[in-house]
């Protein structure tokens, strides 16, 4: 309870410095909305308010800083903005849309949950095709000299791509193929999951010590013996903890791979939102992605604290 | 020899070289070592740091390979004695998994080496009983003290009940204390187990109190400086460090390990 007061003034300051932040960015629309209206504003005329500083436009029209937070098509749309499109697409758009989940017994595609759902499931897929992949790469260059020196640096390689650039590839490649779909977009969020799984679970399974394996090799262990009674159950708290960033970086991965497809999705839904303006839209579906990286992170958290719990408690 | 002399021989080493070869050149950890171990016998290697005693326990255990020489254990290599599960190994840490609990830690060798369930209950339960740590199966390794950490490790080494104990220097992080208690123990135990025992320590009373026979090793390169068979008895309560012979036979080791120090 000691530490509600100081988060709560930080929220309060960050909500703050948005709408601050909200009103030099919007000011010009809401100048020329006003100038329509016949408010007077200062200067009154567009070509000379768009070379003047926003924030001066900002302090000649305080009568107008309300507006900045109202705007239909806002730069920066205001929290209470965002908050009511999340309302509108969220709830509101299931309980009065016509394709809404009341209506019509299915979630509505104008509504974000069935975008979170879809995106939420490519990442789901994705992230577990990448940590079982990034698990077995680990195991293959632990066991092996050749493993690391031949798969290490293309998986180095492999990250310093840019996803923007390789996901359309990897749409057409695979389409060609045949494969469309959730594979896709999973195999892309698999691409930037699997990463991090891998270089935390070297780590991890090379984490016992030299006493720890001298002392399997004069109970003639198998390798077998090893991996599965001392090194996988010694690297546990290197998977969670590289699984956290893996599962947030198959949401980003689920969301790039939406982009190229336009099958639907957060990622199409910001594209959309990007394309005719609804930067609130944006927003809205932006905020609900960061929430299912949180949700979906602290999941990850919740298996580990079971798993840790069940391995004794102390680790 | 103060044992019967037709005691049979457990481990043998004959002319044993260990060199590593280091950025700074190479290393002689263990240099022209002849030694035979009887069994039931209770050997302590004694030396200063880099004299090798480490070293060659772990080429006994085949651990590390010699570069020459002959090392025999049981009548077979030392790898295939590993093979044939010939010895318990404990270490200076106990090293048990935090994972497990004391009973499924001390069960890992025996599962390793596919011993039925039921047996290793019934095994585990045995050897517990043997380190005085009866009812403590459940616990985990963090809920009990270094000592208690110890002779867990050292009930794990005796699970599977191999008839060569190898104990690098397993009290070397307890305090003195917990180490007279753990020493009296490891005597009573030795007795009840009639285990060849070889143990390395750099502890003077420790290796008088506990060896039948002690080797002193001095360093660089690491070799055998006095081998001594004590005159003790087999029965040693804990006041017999008072005793003349118990003084006389430190002095000796003391006296081996100066010597050791001033060849080089």
Redesign the interface.
Known sequence: MSRAGPVIILVAALFALWYAAAVPMNIREALTAAEREGVAVQPDTAVERRDANALGLVLANPGQIPDAWAQDRPRLPAPHQVAGELWQSVVMEEIEGRRGLLRSGSLSNRGLLLHAWITLSATALGFVIGAMAGIALAIGIVHSKTMEKSVMPWAIVSQTVPIVALAPMIVVVLYSVGLQGLLPKAIISAYLSFFPVVVGMVKGLRAPDA??T????????SGW?VLT??RL??S?PYLFASMKIAVAAALVGAIVGELPVQGGGLGARMLAGSYYGQTAQIWAALLLAAALAAVLVAMIGGAQRLALRR????? | MMNAPIAKTVVSARGVDLTFETADGPVHALKGVDLDIAKGEFVSFIGPSGCGKTTFLRVV?A?EQPTAGEVSVNGMSPDEA??A?A???V?Q?A?L?????IGGNIA??L???GFPKAERTRRVREVLELVELGGFEKK???QLSGGMQQRASIARALA?DADILLMDEPFGALDEIVRDRLNEELLRLWAATGKTTLFVTHSIPEAVYLSTKIVVMSPRPGRISDVIDSPLPRERPLDIRDSPEFIEIAHRVREGLRAGHEEV
Do not use: K, S
Not at chain 1, 214 to 221: E, F, I, K
Not at chain 1, 311 to 315: C, I, T
Not at chain 2, 97 to 101: A, C, S
């Open positions: 006493m720890q001298d002392l399997m090799r004069t109970w003639d262990a013996q009674r001392l159950p010694a546990m391995m004794g408690g102390a680790a | 255990a651990l590993r093979r599960r010895y318990g190994y270490f840490a090293g998994y935090p994972w497990r609990t890992l060798p599962e390793i080496m985990y390794p963090w599977f």
